[in-house]
């Protein structure tokens, strides 16, 4: 495919990097322009779709150790297979958008995964379930980064933090609204009527995301050469700032992904003993982390990458420390910090990367994708023992942990920046 003169530049490791010369010739969209507002409805339904279908077991994981007989730990494996799989296969797939094309790998990965959602309700036994969801993670690696390589490509720079933050937002409503109407449907029906439900819901968004998707006008396929993309992996994690947004990726998403298998346990057991479909209604706070998603652009925009991400790991922490208190409101307020904190970072770190990558962007997420869902996949797990070894308080323990893991690595990447601004200002002084 020739690349016409205002679209996306090739770099060396055929890999498209958009232009950014003259902002009156930029034909990539930007809000209010045309394509801008189905662009972002189509990947806010797509983030629906995938959030609910990725964690659609997890608020009903009491209900299937009962169903199965299995503890917390074994059960937790339904949301940890699928996120651990995400994890492993979101790098190559994510190479394969470099050959085909943004939207037709997201829409391969969406369909495959619907499809895999639609056969969930009748596994016969928790093997069979896990590897099934297992097989839907895998499919739906291809969506998160292609999405983001998208958005870089075919948004402004200056609206693609706030696009990012719409996508991410599209996350928060799925993994809501997953959780709550799966929740007071398995009180009546059952887990299985749940999950079956979620599914259909997931094909009506994918078939809405295919339509209103816009065809992509900046991307110029790439080579599947495997020593291209390792080059161009190699490059990435050999990136200071990368290596730090990865981390903190994982490390935020590990903190979610281990309250939240854990909290249904909590509240569905004394001194509580709240019924399903309360449980599944608690995700509503979901919505707290649409609008700190969607407002991660005007806070980068006042505090800056790093004060952003002091500011959504102290909220995080606080939210962390009042979970403990063993109070139904202020557990609520808890896990409204909580959310807030981790949407607020997610959106900043993934946005710092499409913004930092100056190439091979599809990879640059990918990898980022990857250490998240890492985080995710170790936080269900680990979360779910931390819970049988110490309780309610052993899982809290390993989200603050977590918390200063992103704070220390903020700071050391405030210093680093502080040390190169120094030598940057001897150096032009020794030049004059």
């Known amino acids: ?99 085909f094309g943004r939207r037709t790998l997201m829409t391969a990965s969406l369909t495959v995964a619907v499809a895999v959602g639609l056969l969930v309700p009748f596994a016969p036994n928790l093997g069979v379930l896990i590897g099934l969801r297992v097989l839907q993670g895998a499919a739906l690696a291809g969506l998160p980064a292609s999405a983001m390589a998208y958005l870089a490509e075919e948004v402004r720079p200056k609206a693609l933090v706030t696009a990012i933050g719409l996508f991410v937002a599209g996350n928060s409503i799925g993994g809501m609204s997953g959780r709550v109407i799966g929740g007071w449907i398995a009180q009546e029906w059952g887990w299985r009527a749940a999950v079956g439900t979620i599914g259909v819901i997931a094909v009506v968004c994918a078939a809405a995301f295919r339509t209103l998707l816009p065809a992509p006008r900046h991307f110029t396929p790439g080579s599947l050469r495997p020593r291209a993309l390792a080059r161009t992996v190699g490059s990435h994690l050999a990136n200071p700032l990368l290596r730090r947004l990865y981390v903190i990726g994982a490390l935020f998403m590990l903190v979610f992904g281990a309250v939240y298998t854990v909290i249904g346990y909590r509240l569905t ?24 998603s969607a407002a991660a652009g005007k806070l980068v925009a006042r505090l800056g990458r790093r004060g952003t991400l002091y500011l959504a790991a102290g909220t995080t922490t606080a939210g962390l420390l009042l979970a403990l208190v063993p109070h139904l409101p202020v557990i609520l307020l808890g896990l409204v910090l909580i959310t807030a904190g981790f949407f607020a970072g997610h959106a900043t770190a993934s946005s710092s990367v499409s913004h930092t990558a100056t190439h091979g962007r599809a990879q640059a997420s990918a990898l980022y994708q990857s250490a998240y869902y890492i985080g995710s996949s170790v936080g269900s797990a680990v979360g779910a023992v931390a819970f049988h070894a110490g309780g309610w308080a052993g899982t809290v323990g390993l989200g603050v942990v977590a918390v200063l893991g992103v704070v220390g690595i903020t700071l050391w990447g405030t210093y680093a920046a502080r040390v190169q601004q120094r030598r940057t200002a001897v150096g032009a002084v020794a030049a004059h």
């Open 1 to 99: 495919m020739p690349a016409a003169s205002s679209r996306a530049a090739v770099s060396t490791d055929a890999v498209a990097v958009p232009r950014t010369s003259d902002e009156s010739a930029d034909t990539r969209m930007s809000p209010g322009g045309p394509g801008y507002r189905r662009m972002s409805f189509a990947l806010f339904l797509a983030g629906v779709a995938t959030f609910a279908l990725l964690y659609s077991t997890q608020a009903l994981l009491p209900l299937v150790s009962a169903d199965f007989g299995a503890s917390a730990s074994a059960a937790s494996w339904t949301v940890s297979g699928a996120t651990g799989a995400l994890a492993l296969c979101v790098l190559p797939l994510s190479a394969l958008s470099e050959r």
């Open 269 to 292: 057991a004394a001194p509580f003993s709240l019924p399903q479909g309360i449980v599944g209604s608690i995700f509503l706070v979901y919505l707290v982390g649409t609008v700190s």
